[in-house]
């Protein structure tokens, strides 16, 4: 996933690792040889902002997401758009003057797809960090992944104790597609633990001798802290 950040120098352009500390547990659990954390880029570059899943915006700098996205609103109605987009850049317009922003308003299918091409900063999610949230970055970083309606889902072993991203609603069908397209082909089933009765029963077996491992089908809608097992025909 993508997070464009504006307003701030805490996080810089590049890739991070979404540190999570249950990754930690599940490694020490199952002896793997390595943390394999969820990752994420980072993007400052204003022309690409446009492509990330979200932003990250310091509180005190919303105005100028605001600010930058009237102009371009104002614009727009300028040129005498047609009749639908007219009506539905009053809308935004109407949001900005309050201060408000753009990706607080409900849309139609049919509205997203007329404004797919504007260069909206506040069209995608906006997480607005308060002041001691950016002293403390991984922890910054997890809050606007979950904010942007992220979960993580895991898998472990003897290779590594792996984070997974999905988006929150994701089925276990969307899940082997994270893992790899061949398991999604493949599947048959997932076993399923939550995170915190796998910690609490010491071990897969034991969790599966206290009949918390649970088979789900394709359908089933995976939990933030699942740990999952998929079974492939492949």
């Known amino acids: 996933m993508k997070i464009g950040i504006v307003g701030t ?9 979404l540190v999570d500390g249950r990754i930690k547990q599940l490694k020490a659990m199952f002896n793997s040889a390595k ?3 969820i990752q994420v880029d980072i993007v400052a570059d204003e022309g690409k902002i446009f ?32 009749d639908e987009e007219k ?25 997203r797809e007329l404004i797919s091409g504007y260069s909206l ?20 970083l997890f809050d606007a992944y979950a904010h942007f309606g ?16 999905i988006k929150k609603g994701a089925t276990a069908w969307d899940a082997a597609g994270a893992i790899h ?28 001798s206290n009949n918390h491992v649970r088979l789900e089908m394709k359908e089933y809608v995976v939990q933030d802290g699942d740990y999952l097992v998929i079974r492939t025909n492949k």
């Open 150 to 165: 992220y979960i993580s889902f895991f898998t472990a072993g003897d290779k590594d104790a792996h984070g997974w991203a």
């Open 181 to 208: 397209s061949d398991i999604q082909k493949g599947f048959i089933r997932a076993e399923v633990v939550s995170f915190s009765d796998l910690i609490a029963d010491g071990s897969l077996s034991k969790a599966k």
């Open 35 to 37: 943390e394999v954390y």
């Open 87 to 111: 009506a539905l850049l009053s809308r935004f317009k109407d949001q900005l003057d309050k201060e408000g922003l753009v990706c607080d308003i409900v849309l139609t299918a049919q509205e």
């Open 51 to 82: 492509e990330c899943d979200g932003i990250i915006c310091p509180a005190d700098k919303k105005l100028d997401l605001v600010v930058a996205d009237i102009e371009f609103v104002e614009t727009r109605l300028s040129r005498n758009p047609p």
């Open 121 to 140: 900063l506040s069209m995608r999610p906006v997480y607005l960090a308060q002041a001691a949230e950016l002293e403390n970055k991984e922890k910054l």
């Open 9 to 17: 120098d805490v996080l810089t352009q590049g890739k991070a690792n």
